[in-house]
């Protein structure tokens, strides 16, 4: 009987949650940039073939991947000439037993010195530039990941791992949210294929929105017909992401790995290849060109849409437009240094960023071979 009353309350604790809070199609973008250059430049297809401590925001079930050693992963990223700023940072802590693996990824997107000018204009009308001020609006996560083998034997490896997230989401001093979830994934290896799954906001990750303003602000946002924010719950809708990928041996020192993922929302219609209501689908494909497990050539493409074509003057005809990515990889004993140039918006767009990664193990070993 106490079970049966904890249960409905459980459920009535959800639904209370639900009716107060809005689902957004968009909630959290800055957790679907990516993580580590050689991830970025395969078009974001990882989720079968991620097996370092970038799993810790790809897959979490890659992360047993990490073995021997503590690893460090750092990458620095800057969007928009410089305004949008993202950083990427991952610990990774193996057992002893080589069959578990822990870890801690911090993720931050800012903008910086946005400029305040809710009060440029005095109540006489004339402008005083002193009056600006600036503020950053930034987001930040903290992921902890654990990873465990389910089986190991010479034909067939299963992994699984889950990953438990904070948000933090912070606009001056205006706007700040809180928000927990979580993550599951698996990976399969079958001789040279690769399959892996990752359920990401599984539990639909929530973010609860509080606001501030002073007296004053709030007289100038209602005097010039702004609405007025109160308390709010954004809820972020779960994804499924699937994908497949294949190791091809080019030679006895070399090969080429190739990587196809489907990242399925079920948030309604969407502009993505299978587009329907609730569910849409998004490909995702990269290659990777192993030499000798030290230089490595990377291309991927992603984000698949429908827009209008630019030579179009009478806005008819649509088009197939998508993201490309590029990069290469250099390791040098315990150290990897990736690189990627990718476009944060289409093949016809010129908005091309410069990502450099770096992957440390701390220790004597050398990494070894996939």
Known sequence: MKTNRLYLLLVA??????????????SNEFLNIGAGARGLAMGGAQ??????????????????GVQNYPQVNLMHAEYFA???????VNVSLPSSNKKRTIGITGLRFAVDDIMNTLFLVEPDGSINYNN????????????LSYSQKLKETEKKNINFGMNAKVIHRSVGKFAKAWGFGLDAGLQIRSKQWRFGVAG????????????????????????????IPVKSTELTAPRLVLGIAREFKLGKSSS??????????????????????????????GLELNIKNVFY??????NFQRALSDGDTVNQKKVWIYQPGGGAGFRIGNVTIDYAFTNLANQNNPLFTHVFSLSLNLAGNKPKND
């Open 13 to 26: 604790s959800i639904f209370c949650l639900s009716a107060n809070a809005q689902f957004r199609k968009y």
């Open 47 to 64: 989720v079968a073939s991620v097996n370092d401590g970038t799993a810790g925001y790809w897959n979490p079930a890659g992360l047993v």
């Open 82 to 88: 410089g305004i949008g700023k993202y950083d990427f």
């Open 132 to 143: 600006i001020q600036a503020f950053s609006s930034a987001d930040y996560a903290v992921i």
């Open 200 to 227: 990401r906001d599984i539990t639909t990750t929530f973010n609860a929105w509080s606001f501030n303003f002073t007296e004053k602000e709030k007289e100038v946002l209602y005097l010039t017909n702004n609405e």
């Open 256 to 285: 080429l790995l190739a990587e196809a993922n489907f990242d399925v929302t079920f948030d309604g219609k969407r502009n993505t290849v299978l587009s329907s209501d609730p569910i849409s689908a998004d490909p995702k494909l």
């Open 297 to 302: 050539l990377r291309g991927g493409i992603n």
